[in-house]
């Protein structure tokens, strides 16, 4: 049965103006110990089935109702599992109602634009779910542990400084609200992964050849600044988790944790949004029942 979404959200939000500390959030957090893990994991399977369903209806009714759109923004350390978390959750949904964008490293023309210039033109149209696989909050995570990539925009006057990053959380902010008040609901996941587990899968993907195309030397070189990491994620995820647009900090050293979380998440969103079928006027009504007798007489 769906998970009580008020509940998940308690547990796993962080909200608007608090410190955020990852210390204080547990990777491997599973669920209530007293249980035993193969009872939890059969729970959060059966929650993830219920709510993969859930979210297929949802869909639908989301884009019968062409009011709003979804935007699911989704950061994490590499091998966190954001791929598997996106595949299995939208395992049922309507693949032509869904846009799934990864976003590289920056091309010539989108460095010579405003950081969120990239990221405004994959915003979901109205009826729609994007799904961002990392996104604008890159300008404050990675490009801020690599001072290199901030001078390689060449924006007159800035430099790695403090003024900078809230510069930048201010027009994240601004723009998710804007996104908003136009229509489209944002919700962020940030995966939790462990450091000790994040070298478990690095080190699955080098012993198994069938997982040698996943590995990249960049991934074991990024490794190397995890503390720096750390720090980014902690200070934009308490810049930036907002009433209207909240991180939900997500254990992930568990994959069936996580997936479990971010559906239930996602379609408790889409379900608190209070979409309603379309009304349909006299003229259909009539040319409904005309239809079926039509069909009924043959």
């Not at 979804?70 to 395992?91: E, P």
């Not at 990392?134 to 542990?145: A, G, Q």
């Amino acid at each position: 049965m769906p998970i009580d979404f008020a509940k998940i959200q308690k547990t796993f939000r962080v909200p608007p103006g608090t410190k955020f500390r990852l210390a204080d959030c547990d990777p491997g957090w599973a669920g209530d110990g007293d249980i035993p893990e193969r009872e939890r994991k059969d729970m959060a399977e059966g929650i993830l089935a219920a709510d993969v369903g859930d979210l297929a209806r949802m869909q639908e009714l989301l884009w019968a109702s062409d009011t709003w759109s979804v935007l699911v923004i989704f950061q994490a350390m590499d091998a966190a599992g954001k791929d598997g978390a996106i595949k299995n959750v939208m395992s049922g949904v309507n693949p032509q109602g869904v846009e799934v964008t990864s976003f590289k490293k920056p091309s010539d023309e989108e460095l010579d634009h405003t950081f969120l210039w990239r990221c405004m033109k994959r915003v979901p149209e109205r009826g729609r779910i994007g799904i961002f696989n990392r996104s604008y909050y890159e300008e404050v995570l990675v490009v801020r542990v690599h001072e290199a990539l901030l001078a390689a925009q060449r924006i007159p006057g800035v430099t790695n400084r403090p003024r900078t990053w809230n510069d930048r959380f201010d027009d994240i902010n601004a723009f998710e609200r804007h996104l908003t008040r136009n229509g489209t609901t944002v919700v962020k996941f940030f995966l939790n992964v462990s450091k000790k587990e994040q070298r478990k899968r690095f080190l699955s993907r080098i012993d198994e050849s069938d997982k040698h195309w996943k590995f990249s030397p960049s991934d074991v070189a990024e490794r190397q600044h995890w503390d720096d990491y750390m720090a980014a994620y902690e200070e934009a995820i308490s810049a930036t988790s907002t009433d209207h647009a909240p991180w939900y900090v997500v254990p992930a050293d568990k994959k069936w944790v996580s997936r479990a979380v971010v559906a239930a998440v996602l379609a408790g969103t889409i379900r608190n949004l209070g979409l309603e079928w379309p009304k349909i006027d006299d003229t259909k009504r009539r040319q409904i029942d005309e239809a079926r007798r039509l069909l009924e007489a043959e």
